[in-house]
């Protein structure tokens, strides 16, 4: 979780419902170890993008898809496809299967839009285009979107490298009005230096979730099974697992919110940690590069209160609640306490698929894309899936949902509590879809398809960030921060106890970038409060100095940035964060790592740099 820094609050809490589902899937005995990494070899993956070959090797549902007839012309050459453009009802669609290498740093899909319409509307999106890349949808785009012209449109799928998937545009439109969706030079090429090899000391490695959950009709309890998949990356013979039930934090050991039973695949051990730490012992020690499958009966009971776990009336907000693998490091396993002053999550990015079955009167956002199912009699079934994120968050009550997409192509929804007003919801989005675009410009494409916030002013902690979903006020500022940690902690993780500047100070610091504000001179305000305070202390330390952690990891921490920009210059700064981020890109970053990063992007010696700002490791 992350306090906003602008709030007087010592810190966000918000409680994720801990829900340790560890599934540990067995590799076959020759597979090779995660540490061997693919060699890179940049390519481009779309054929005929341009559509000047013909029409093979797409797939369009009419002969008049691709075409080079007159109403429309092309971005470059003279054919193009035209999708809709009839002005009744009608689907266009328009498909090939694309192998994307594995090995690269990145996989980027771009394409030429134009978009002209006959609606008049400003704020209904009657006729929409789907961009999808195998289940996933990565944008949607309406008319009101039009434009006069074309404009390149750029996304990551850098999580689907390694698979042969269907790239697929659907254009539908209603009974009146025409828009056309023309498209042209298509590409979707892999980039950037070789993907690092896994780090060997950081397991288990690669999770794969599947949950299924069913609640109640008021949506605060949700009970279900849980599995887990996992690798072995260690030289080291693993034995054990721990599965971390964060949100028994916010009960007690003998009323846990969060129980765990039935585990197959191993043996439950003792809890500990606060009941937060539940012991997996293996039916037989898990060689390097092996993996295995655990599962567990799950229960989940949402508490009141307007919290990261908890309920506001009859809207449940429902974060760190499934069941997470910890981390065994070169430190040892992290089991280190919840925290309600910041966050203490660490883990490694995983792929979820959960289905959540709710009465159908509760709107249901959730990390990852989601698609709505009939479900028993007045029930809808939600399945959301997402690659590589490090954590699993959802809500559930009769939200008001307001949808847009920002001008790179992300689908943007905002929910909302009752009490907030439609013009607040409204901005809040478009702060959303004008955050989510600026943060990307700088560290990388936004990679999780569709982002959700959930809007509520009774949230104490001001907002919390989860992957592709998160919690805020009606608060430009806060909503800013909360979706650059899509990017510093999300995408570029960290161990959020030991280390919580590497999230908070780096997305304040992004925060001030996207909306112009340059930290001048904030350096000059700095006062510490003893020779222990360091901008790299951990939470065990802010626990202790609770008033101070704002202030310095927050404040402090994206100061320092500032006066590192200016010490190496604008242009190194912008390439270091990029290219920091892009090594980094469903990794772990460390001090150590980013200190050694920005000394090589520069000729000045950093020494006195990190001591005068206290930024130890």
Not at 580 to 588: D, F, L, N, Q, R
Request: aromatic share 10%; net charge negative; with cysteine.
């Amino acid at each position: 979780m992350r306090k906003t820094p602008h709030r007087s609050i010592a810190a966000r809490v918000l409680a994720v419902a801990a829900l340790a589902a560890v599934a540990l899937p067995a590799l076959p005995a020759s597979a090779a170890p995660p540490s061997a990494a693919a060699a890179c070899t940049p390519a481009q993956v779309v054929g005929n993008g341009g559509f000047e070959s013909g029409t093979s090797p797409w797939t369009q549902s009419s002969t008049s898809v691709i075409t080079s007839r007159s109403g429309q012309s092309a971005h470059g050459g003279t054919s193009f496809a035209w999708l809709d453009g009839v002005g009744s009802t009608h689907t266009d669609t328009l498909s090939q299967s694309v192998t994307i290498p594995s090995g690269c740093a990145k996989a980027t899909l771009t394409f030429w839009l134009h978009i002209d319409t006959a609606e008049t509307t400003s704020s209904t999106a009657y006729d929409k285009l789907t961009a999808k890349i195998g289940s996933t949808t990565l944008a949607t785009y309406s008319n009101l979107n039009k434009a006069t012209g074309y404009v390149q449109k750029s996304i990551d799928v850098s999580a689907f490298a390694g698979q042969t998937v269907s790239l697929a545009f659907t254009g539908t439109e209603d009974s009146s009005l025409q828009t056309s969706f023309v498209l042209d030079d298509i590409a979707l090429d892999t980039s950037g230096d070789t993907a690092p090899p896994a780090d060997s000391t950081r397991t288990p490695a690669a999770p794969s979730y599947t949950v299924s959950l069913s609640s109640d009709s008021a949506g605060t309890v949700w009970t279900g099974h849980e599995s887990a998949t996992f690798t072995n990356a260690s030289s080291t013979a693993l034995s054990e697992v721990y599965l971390r039930l964060w949100d028994n934090y916010h009960g007690t050991c003998s009323a846990m919110p969060i129980t765990v039973s039935n585990v197959s695949g191993g043996t439950a051990g003792a809890l500990s940690v606060g009941c937060t730490a539940l012991q997996i012992s293996l039916p037989a020690p898990l060689a390097q590069g092996q993996s295995a499958t655990i599962g567990f009966d799950l229960g989940i009971t949402v508490p009141s209160g307007a919290d990261r776990f908890g309920h506001d009336g009859a809207f449940s907000f429902i974060g760190n609640a499934l069941p997470v693998l910890a981390v065994k490091d070169g430190s040892g396993w992290h089991l280190d306490p919840y925290t309600n002053n910041g966050e203490s999550f660490y883990s490694l990015a995983a792929d979820f698929k959960v289905t959540l079955d709710h009465p159908s009167g509760l709107l249901v956002p959730a990390t990852g894309t989601s698609v709505d199912t009939p479900g028993s009699s007045g029930r809808t079934v939600t399945t959301a899936t997402a690659s590589n994120v490090r954590d699993f968050a959802w809500a559930a009550g009769p939200f008001s949902k307001i949808s847009g997409t920002s001008t790179a192509g992300t689908a943007i929804n905002v929910y909302s509590v009752s009490g907030i007003s439609s013009s607040d919801a409204q901005s809040m989005l478009s702060t959303a879809k004008t955050a989510v675009d600026a943060h990307a410009g700088r560290f990388g494409a936004y990679p999780y398809g569709e982002l959700d916030a959930v809007i509520d002013n009774n949230y104490w902690f001001g907002g919390m960030e989860y992957p592709g979903f998160v919690l805020d006020l009606v608060s430009t500022t806060a909503l800013t921060h909360e979706i650059g940690h899509q990017w510093w902690y999300g995408i570029v993780g960290d161990d959020e106890y030991n280390s919580p500047w590497l999230d908070e100070a780096f997305t304040d610091y992004a925060t001030d970038l996207a909306l112009g504000k340059t930290g001048t001179s904030c350096w000059n305000s700095v006062s510490w409060a003893s020779t222990a305070e360091k901008i790299t202390n951990s939470m065990a330390y802010w626990d202790a100095h609770s008033s101070r952690y704002s202030t310095v990891v927050y404040g402090y921490g994206k100061c320092a940035l500032h006066d590192l920009r200016r010490l190496i210059g604008d242009t190194a700064m912008t390439k270091l964060l990029k290219d920091y981020a892009t090594s980094h890109w469903y990794g772990v970053s460390t001090t150590a790592e980013f200190k050694a990063a920005a000394q090589a992007a520069t000729t000045t010696d950093l020494t006195s740099f990190w001591s005068t700002h206290r930024i130890d490791g």
